[in-house]
């Protein structure tokens, strides 16, 4: 199974918003609303802040919300603020019963 | 809040087994999927495989047989080991807690406590 496709990097000014796509396949993305996104820090482990598309837990800022159109999943970051300068990945179940992950992309915050 | 806490040989020889473990405190083994995930350094996160509350381990099939994550209930804590290592197995190897197992058709991929992290280099 081929990782999920994400731009390398997103840039913004603080306030700014910010839309991070992760594009699969009918086989993963398109095929179940199961699409989650991580936030990574360098040097730190990957922190869930959306899961099933679009549900945030408990604790996750409202400014990150998440959405899916096929085969296309999406997280935007609103409000973006200078914490929020981070390594993002998105994942996906399969139809295979696994999940992969997508390339990951850079948000850097100007 | 669960607290995952994990430990294995770090430095290996190529075509050795990597073994690492994974304790969790502050909660139980059950009604959770199990996940181990890795990232090589400077890259992407890779989904290894998840075992379930029963013992039913699933697996990525990049890594075709050499995978098996365990559980050991009495000890609360669950295992991954891989065989025949190479160069291309050196990453920062992550163990996780899944999705609530008993949630039917929920929460998929949904990783929310993850362990420490530990960094396994492969190197003659």
């Known amino acids: 199974q081929s990782a999920l496709t994400q731009p390398t990097s997103v840039s913004g000014s603080p306030g700014q918003s910010i839309t991070i796509s992760c594009t699969g396949t009918?086989?993963?993305?398109?095929?179940?609303?199961?699409v989650s996104w991580y936030q990574q820090h360098p040097g730190k482990a990957p922190k869930l802040i959306i899961y099933?598309?679009?549900d945030r837990p408990s604790g996750v800022s409202l400014r990150f919300s998440g959405s899916k159109s096929d085969n296309t999943a999406s997280l935007t970051i609103s409000g973006l603020q200078a914490e929020d300068e981070a390594d993002y990945y998105c994942?996906?179940?399969?139809?295979?019963?696994?999940?992969?992950f997508g390339t990951g992309t850079k948000v850097t915050v100007l | 809040q669960v607290q995952l806490q994990q430990w294995g040989e770090g430095l290996l020889r190529p075509s050795e087994t990597l073994s690492l473990s994974c304790a969790v405190h502050?909660?139980?083994?059950?009604?959770?999927?199990w996940t181990w995930i890795r990232q090589p350094p400077g890259k992407g996160l890779e989904w290894i495989g998840e075992?379930?509350?029963?013992?039913?381990?699933t697996y990525s099939p990049s890594l075709k047989t050499r995978g098996a994550i365990s559980l050991d209930t009495s000890e609360n804590q669950f295992s991954l080991t891989l065989t025949s290592v190479t160069a291309a197995d050196t990453a920062i190897y992550y163990c996780?807690?899944?999705?609530?197992?008993?949630?039917?058709?929920?929460?998929?991929?949904?990783?929310?406590?993850w362990g420490q992290g530990t960094l396994v280099t492969v190197s003659a």
């Open positions: 099933d598309v679009s």
């Open positions: 009918t086989s993963d993305v398109g095929g179940y609303n199961f």
């Open positions: 994942s996906s179940y399969t139809t295979s019963s696994t999940y992969v």
């Open positions: 996780a807690r899944g999705r609530s197992y008993y949630d039917f058709w929920k929460g998929y991929g949904k990783i929310d406590s």
């Open positions: 502050g909660g139980s083994l059950s009604g959770f999927c």
């Open positions: 075992i379930n509350p029963g013992g039913t381990a």
